[in-house]
């Protein structure tokens, strides 16, 4: 099963790009990654997804190198409202498995 | 739509006491998932449904715990009898795939349950 590792906590400050990596060995070239945004109270919220290369949406990057080994979401230009919890999930289309990494506590400071 | 919709949104119960979680999923979503969420072990995925048919339920922690879909609209989650490691919050999460788990999932505002 694909073990999914995040950094547990990240700073930045305003205007500044963000890159959160999440290591997930063993994934197949189909499997997908998925990052969700969470804010306390609330329930985790899809930003962005994708299987391979470079998959850009309005608000986030997602990039995955040749090896799979590991993904990297970008957010760019952070302001204080990103200050959240964010989430790297593996899902196996093999056998249906899903694996949620531990999750990234991002802090935005002023 | 309204989303997906949880009820208790908290729930306070005593130690043995049966406790039933209830959810709602998004319209026309074809996929179900319910999720349980602490501070020492993150979001685990309990059990989920494809058309109302439990799909994986390996992360059902033990046969206290039960799970139902009795159609497309409706869920629970049961815990029976409840203790107090099963404080958590749990959320219910819908997705339109009519198979698989890579869709993305759209949550539920959660339940906080506490098991004094």
């Known amino acids: 099963l694909a073990k999914t590792t995040q950094p547990i906590s990240m700073d930045s400050y305003e205007g500044q790009e963000v890159n959160i990596t999440c290591s997930h060995n063993?994934?197949?070239?189909?499997?997908?990654i998925t990052w969700y945004q969470q804010f306390p109270s609330q329930g985790p919220r899809f930003i962005i997804q994708?299987?391979?290369t470079k998959v850009t949406n309005e608000v986030a990057s997602l990039f995955i190198p040749a090896d799979r080994k590991s993904s990297t979401l970008s957010l760019p230009r952070v302001s204080l409202s990103d200050t959240a919890v964010y989430y790297c999930?593996?899902?196996?289309?093999?056998?249906?498995?899903?694996?949620f990494g531990a999750g990234t506590r991002l802090t935005v400071k002023p | 739509d309204a989303g997906v919709i949880q009820s208790p949104r908290h729930e306070v119960t005593e130690m043995g006491q049966e406790v039933t979680l209830r959810c709602k999923p998004i319209?026309?979503?074809?996929?179900l998932f319910w999720y349980r969420q602490t501070m020492m072990r993150g979001l685990e995925l309990l059990i989920y449904?494809?058309?109302?048919?439990?799909?994986?339920d390996s992360g059902m922690p033990e046969d206290r715990f039960s799970a139902k879909m009795p159609n497309a609209s409706f869920s629970t989650l049961k815990i029976q009898p409840s203790e107090p490691r099963d404080s958590a919050v749990y959320f219910c999460?819908?997705?339109?795939?009519?198979?698989?788990?890579?869709?993305?999932?759209?949550f539920g505002p959660g339940t906080r349950l506490t098991v004094l």
């Open positions: 994708g299987y391979k």
């Open positions: 999930l593996v899902s196996l289309m093999d056998n249906n498995d899903m694996r």
């Open positions: 319209s026309g979503h074809n996929s």
């Open positions: 449904f494809n058309n109302n048919v439990p799909i994986d």
């Open positions: 063993n994934i197949a070239t189909n499997d997908y």
């Open positions: 999460a819908s997705s339109l795939a009519l198979w698989g788990s890579t869709d993305t999932q759209y």
